[in-house]
């Protein structure tokens, strides 16, 4: 997917700024509740940011039976990739289940226009699969093409790893223990214990609420956290790496952070890690390691965001 998810997660942290894989489930078809990610493949025309494939990121919550099921999405917590939304928030998101079983989701993006996708089978309670046809003409081309959905699970108690600054700075331990509640809301802290900007950080602190919301989306979880000090940190957390490659073992085994420090003593600091992990029971299960992916590109791009 190239840098498609480094531009979609840079997109979302710009929208808060400014607005101040899950194991399937063989016995049930219903799409469950939880955080989606939609993936476009085969394309006809893409219309994407940086010419990836076309993503749609949400939550939504399920209820009823496959036949008489009511799909509620969160509207705030659906982003895209797509250049089809100058917001990159879609305007509307309709899910549903036909009396056969079927999935299908309609997003109308912020220009008008519709990508339609269609399960063409009942999939499990995580995963369903299709086709995708969009508005004729105007931005989206008519772009079609095939798509998988996927749920994923949510991050919940402690994860860890190494961040290391873009700037090539002491690399830095940090510690993230995570909650979601039903809205899909983050809570917890983040501590860094040789990194006084972040060694002692409340997700969705009253510092961090002036910059937006702490949430779950789809294969991503946008936090900011902040302390007593002044100090606000930016973290985005994803199931992919900078160049778009899922990690192995994947999410929630393994996690690609991404971090900036829009205030206080480090602010203007950003910078990334190799990769995160979770902790069970008191062990910490090792990392694949991976290079440390740093630069002025990716950085500037981070940091401009969050600035804006």
Not at 160 to 172: K, L
Not at 241 to 266: E, I, K
Request: include cysteine; hydrophobic fraction near 35%; charge should be negative.
């Amino acid at each position: 997917m190239g840098r498609t998810r480094v531009k979609l997660l840079t997109l979302i942290i710009a929208i808060l700024v400014v607005s101040s894989s899950a194991s399937a489930d063989k016995g049930n078809t219903t799409p469950a509740t939880g955080q989606w990610t939609i993936v476009a493949s085969n394309e006809t025309s893409p219309n994407t940011i940086d010419g990836g494939p076309l993503q749609i990121i949400t939550d939504w919550t399920s209820n009823g039976a496959a036949k008489s099921l009511a799909i509620t999405p969160v509207l705030a917590n659906t982003f895209t990739n797509s250049t089809c939304s100058a917001s990159g928030q879609p305007a509307a998101l309709m899910a549903d289940v036909d009396p056969n079983g079927k999935p299908s989701v309609v997003v109308t993006l912020d220009n008008g226009q519709q990508v339609v996708f269609s399960g063409t089978n009942s999939g499990t309670s995580s995963q369903f699969s299709g086709t995708f046809t969009s508005t004729g003409g105007g931005c989206t081309q008519a772009d079609s093409g095939n798509f998988t959905a996927t749920l994923y699970q949510p991050l919940l108690g402690s994860i860890t790893g190494t961040v290391q600054s873009y700037a090539g700075t002491n690399s830095t331990n940090v510690t993230m223990n995570l909650s979601i509640d039903s809205n899909f809301n983050v809570t917890g802290t983040v501590k860094a214990a040789n990194k006084p900007c972040m060694a002692n950080l409340t997700i969705n602190g009253p510092a961090a609420q002036a910059y937006g919301p702490s949430f779950a989306s789809g294969d991503t979880e946008t936090i900011l956290a902040s302390d007593n000090s002044g100090n606000v940190v930016g973290f985005v957390i994803s199931a992919t790496d900078a160049n778009g490659n899922f990690l192995f073992p994947p999410w929630p085994s393994q996690m690609y952070v991404t971090y900036d420090v829009v205030a206080g003593t480090c602010s203007g600091d950003a910078g990334t890690d190799a990769p995160f992990h979770q902790v069970q029971n008191g062990v910490k299960h090792a990392p694949i390691r991976r290079p440390i992916r740093r630069g002025p590109q990716h950085g500037v791009e981070f940091h401009e965001a969050l600035s804006r």
